[in-house]
């Protein structure tokens, strides 16, 4: 069969999807039939990419040319597919999500709510499968324009300076980002992803190098959420909830430290990345975030800012893993992405449902809830505790690999900040627990669980998170697949 | 034959045009503006055939009466003139067509006139661009700086001072223009473009040529509106008629920045631009002032056209500053962004044109929701224009600033290749504020009942031309591969 097309329908399903949302705007049944239909399609198509990922194969599509010599072109590689399963597949969970939250809190114009999530979806699944930066670049600003009306939604104030603060963010990037591809071109006449890098014979002077990459980190950067340019996220979560659990804890973050890891990979690659030093830098930025995130996010009271910089910390765990330039680190990198997807998703999902169920969005007002929304509580606990690294939960498993390869680097920092950060974790997020189970809940009489619609997805990804944690080749071999993509990046640099 | 006549034939369709105008204009005023845009329809043609067939034959020298120069005057169809002509004859037709439902609201009672000096306008502009000859450059100049003149005084009350405000800039803009010729004139003793080419190698570091060069960047400086000769610019475009200002915003400042690329790179050459003092990075420098300046006054309006107005001398910095980089990146960028700024331009003045006739007024401040509802394609068209101008891919707008920083970084210019980034945050900033205002409702004031706003939209003869333009940004930027493959063969180096 020949799936040359198929990486373009994946990411066009998403954006054709809109036009018939669009013009069911008066019929929600039906506008919602299309996004659930559009989100199975896609989820298919990206299954169908995957035998031939896990062979380490590469689905290529040139387009047109976009300007002279740069194409825009796909290549769905293992990597690329990696990433479009998580966020193909957590889309599905969210659309039926969505349907329970936005009809349960009653939210205005959810035709553009639906229309804009699906165009969101298309932006990442390109993202994914950009086989060049210009196509890439393409698709970061897509994301970035479909994000917005999601973001200042409910179109009260604090949205909209939210939704401000959120341009001012990417917007600037995706002008760092032109900028460090207009120099990338000058460089080396590509703009082509490579598995070992496309700067390595360019032999820049170490400055030129050295404010490259800096540039292409303030570029991609402020998606991963990489402290000081993390400001964004927090904000973002005026955004309706599952829009910060899709988006914000999976799709549009995950985006940057993909990025990230395209840029480490694929543009320096590991060799240039060593000798030039600038992993260093990489690992004390990561390593600052993950630690002061993590204590800011215990000063935050709203449930959603204390996940949304819980986000912070961890996306700067993989950024770690792919820092540390060892196969076993950037591994547990990739590995950290799929995982944190779950869990964080799974956390999202509860806060969303607790606030449509009993409106409640600080922390100190949780006290006793676990006993009118028992099921939304325990998947709540699974997600935390998986956050915090305990065993069985996939996020212990990430967190392991993470360990080991920074030891196999011969590097003892980034274990002791895995540590640190794993015990800080626990520290907020047990609170969170410890209120809705053992505190005296007031006024909860009246109440029962959340609608089906929303305790459903939650309870999957929340077992998703302990089965991947168990058995992490239970689904597509995900495993095997994140060693391949590593050791791909490796072994072609060493010739 | 037509081919080797065709320079000829599309200045001659304008002044046809401006003749039959009054002809049946006299006898029934409402035949004006079909007359208008049949005429700029028919010279649209001409250069879209004529540009096709300089892809396929080559350029063309048109010499008049037979007399070959330096006794008579050429027209010169090249790969510059034939582009320049293609984009400002097709935006011309698209802003004659929007026009209808507008000319009894603004110029009433005027239409015989005011069409017949369009016609007249587009004459002078056509001939700028094609003719060979310096001199018969200034006479088609004065054509449409007088006309102009006059299209920009039938407008709002305070329309006529504005226009005699640009008069007197514009005459002693003219003037310096002139007297550069006349340098040249007494230096070399020809006039001729082309034959003046050839003799200025030998007049390697001349201090007379290079008053002369000044004289004559200042002199069409001004016509372009670089920064800091812009200042007749703002309220031109403000108080004119919505028609003239579509007319001219997109265009006028275009024609002169193509001058100063004939001037510099064609005629001089940068080598000898650039040989007593670096002139062309002076003139990228104050082209970059011009940037951050329109961007940063265009923040601070609130007034839609006066806001699109700063931002046209923003953009014509674009075009100048990818001319002083001299080199094929900043060339096919800046050309590139000639087109696409034609289009954008000419696509949201024409806007602020259909919000005037239906609110009467075009306020960003008195903006709110209802619009999106009221004027739900016109919003469409807008909103693609402007993130077009923001510059995010995959439109057109991207993709000049794409190419104006290969350039940029080709010449290791990083000040220049900041201001282009930064100014395109400016641009964000500005539209941003508008598409908040329509497609946001007002925090304070809730959501619009429906009875206060339902579907008011703009008629066929408006919606057609601004959503076409619109469209056409989105291909653009998916053909721009092939238009740039084009431009990087007309760069004269």
Redo the contacts between chains.
């Keep these: 069969m020949d799936l040359s097309l198929v990486p373009l329908l994946a990411i066009l399903v998403s954006l054709v999807v809109v036009v018939p949302i669009m013009l069911s705007s008066a019929r929600p049944n039906l506008r919602e039939f299309w996004t659930i239909l559009a989100a199975v399609i896609k989820f298919v198509l990206v299954l169908t990419l995957l035998p031939g990922a896990m062979r380490g194969e590469s689905v290529q599509l040139h387009l ?5 010599g ?1 194409p ?1 072109a796909l290549n769905a590689d293992p990597f690329g597919v990696y990433f479009a399963v998580i966020a193909s597949g957590l889309w599905i969970f969210t659309s039926f999500y969505s349907i329970g939250y936005v009809r349960g809190a009653g939210e ?1 114009k959810q035709t553009r709510y639906f229309a804009s999530f699906a165009v969101c979806l298309s932006a990442t699944i390109g993202i994914a499968f950009s086989a060049n930066l ?1 196509t890439f ?2 698709f970061y ?2 994301l ?2 479909a994000t917005y ?1 999601l973001v ?1 939604h409910n ?3 604090e949205a ?1 300076d939210a ?2 603060k959120y ?2 963010f990417t ?2 990037a ?3 980002l ?2 460090a591809s ?2 990338v ?2 460089y080396t006449g590509t703009l082509d992803f490579t598995p070992g890098g496309i700067l390595s014979d360019a032999d820049l002077p170490h400055t030129a190098m050295l404010l490259l990459f800096i540039l292409f980190l303030a570029a991609v950067g402020v998606k991963a959420g990489i402290m000081p340019i993390h400001g964004w996220l927090p904000a973002a979560m005026a955004a309706p909830t599952p829009v910060s659990a899709l988006l914000h804890a999976v799709a549009v973050v995950k985006s940057g430290v993909f990025a990230i890891t395209r840029v480490v990979g694929y543009v320096f690659g590991v060799d240039v990345m060593g000798d030039y030093g600038l992993n260093d830098i990489l690992i004390l930025l990561a390593g600052f975030t993950i630690i002061v995130a993590s204590l800011i996010a215990f000063a935050q009271n709203n449930l959603k800012r204390r996940l949304a910089y819980s986000t912070v910390g961890h996306l700067s765990y993989i950024v770690l893993g792919v820092a540390l330039l060892t196969p076993t680190g950037m591994t547990g990198g990739i590995m950290h992405i799929a995982a944190h997807a779950t869990m964080k998703i799974t956390l999202f999902f509860c806060a969303g449902a607790i606030y449509v169920n009993l409106h409640r969005t600080e922390i100190s007002n949780l006290d006793g809830i676990a006993k009118v929304m028992p099921w939304t509580m325990a998947a709540f606990v699974i997600g935390s505790m998986g956050l915090a690294g305990i065993p069985p939960i996939n996020g212990f498993f990430s967190k392991w690999t993470l360990a080991l390869g920074s030891l196999e680097g011969d590097m003892i920092f980034p274990v002791i900040i895995l540590v640190v950060s794993g015990i800080l974790n626990v520290g907020y997020f047990f609170p969170i627990i410890y209120r809705a189970y053992f505190k005296p809940g007031k006024g909860l009489e009246k109440y029962g669980e959340a609608s089906p619609l929303m305790v459903v997805p939650i309870m999957v990804t929340a077992v998703l998170s302990v089965l991947f944690g168990l058995f992490p080749n239970l689904f597509f071999g995900f495993y095997d697949l994140a060693v391949d993509i590593s050791l791909s990046l490796f072994n072609s640099a060493a010739p | 034959m037509i081919e080797s006549h065709l320079p000829a034939y599309i200045a001659l369709t304008f002044v046809l045009f401006s003749v039959v105008i009054p002809a049946f204009g006299l006898w029934r005023s409402e035949l004006s503006q079909p007359l208008a845009v049949l005429g700029s329809g028919i010279a649209a043609g001409f250069s879209v055939y004529g540009f096709i067939n300089y892809l396929n034959e080559g350029s063309i020298r048109y010499f008049f009466g037979g007399w070959e120069p330096p006794v008579g005057i050429e027209f010169v169809y090249d790969g510059l003139s034939g582009f320049f002509v293609l984009v400002i004859n097709v935006v011309a037709f698209f802003v004659m067509i929007h026009s209808h439902n507008l000319q009894k609201v603004e110029f009433p009672g005027k239409e015989m006139p005011y069409y017949s000096l369009a016609m007249l306008m587009m004459l002078g502009f056509n001939g700028m661009i094609l003719t060979g000859d310096l001199f018969n450059l200034y006479v088609f100049l004065e054509i449409a700086s007088l006309s102009g003149y006059a299209l920009i005084a039938i407008g709002e009350k305070q329309a006529p001072y504005a226009a005699f405000r640009y008069l007197i800039i514009g005459t002693a803009g003219g003037t310096l223009y002139l007297l550069g010729v006349g340098f040249m004139y007494t230096i070399t003793g020809t006039l001729n473009i082309i034959d003046m080419a050839a003799m200025l190698p030998m007049l390697f570091e001349s201090n007379a040529t290079f008053a002369a060069l000044i004289l004559m960047i200042v002199g069409v400086g001004v016509k372009a509106a670089l920064f800091p000769m812009h200042g007749w610019l703002p309220d031109s475009y403000t108080y004119a008629a919505s028609t003239s200002t579509a007319l001219i915003a997109p265009i006028g400042t275009k024609v002169a920045a193509y001058i100063l690329f004939r001037i510099i790179l064609w005629m001089f050459g940068i080598e000898i631009t650039d040989a007593i003092a670096p002139l062309s990075y002076i003139v990228g420098v104050l082209a970059c002032i011009g940037i951050l300046y329109g961007s940063i006054m265009a923040i601070a309006q609130t007034e839609m056209k006066r806001m699109l107005a700063y931002s046209s001398i923003s953009q014509i910095g674009y075009i100048i500053m990818g001319l002083s980089l001299a080199n094929p990146w900043g060339f096919a960028g800046a050309l590139l962004h000639v087109l696409n700024h034609a289009i954008m331009k000419a696509c949201l003045f024409m806007i602020s044109g259909q919000l005037r006739l239906k609110e009467g007024h075009s306020d960003i401040s008195r903006f709110d929701d209802s619009y999106r509802i009221k004027y739900p394609w016109t919003m469409a068209s807008f909103s693609i224009a402007a993130i077009s101008m923001i510059g995010l891919p995959p439109l057109a707008g991207f993709f000049s600033k794409w190419y104006l920083a290969l350039g940029t970084i080709d010449n290791s210019n990083w000040l220049f290749l900041a201001v282009v980034l930064v100014s395109s945050l400016l641009n964000a900033v500005y539209f941003f504020r508008v598409l908040e205002k329509v497609y946001m409702m007002n925090p304070e004031k809730g959501q619009k009942e429906p009875a206060e706003a339902t579907r008011n939209e703009a008629s066929a003869s408006m919606l057609w031309p601004t959503g076409i333009l619109a469209v056409s940004l989105i291909v653009i930027g998916f053909a721009n591969a092939i238009i740039v493959g084009i431009l990087l063969n007309i760069f004269p180096m």
Excluded: C, F, N, W
Aim: aromatic share 2%; charged share 15%; no cysteine.
């Design positions: 047109v040319d976009l300007a002279p740069i825009l205005i210009i670049l393409l600003e897509m970035t324009v009306p200042i179109e009260k104030k909209i939704g401000r341009l001012a917007l600037t995706g002008l760092l032109v900028a207009a120099l071109y000058h």
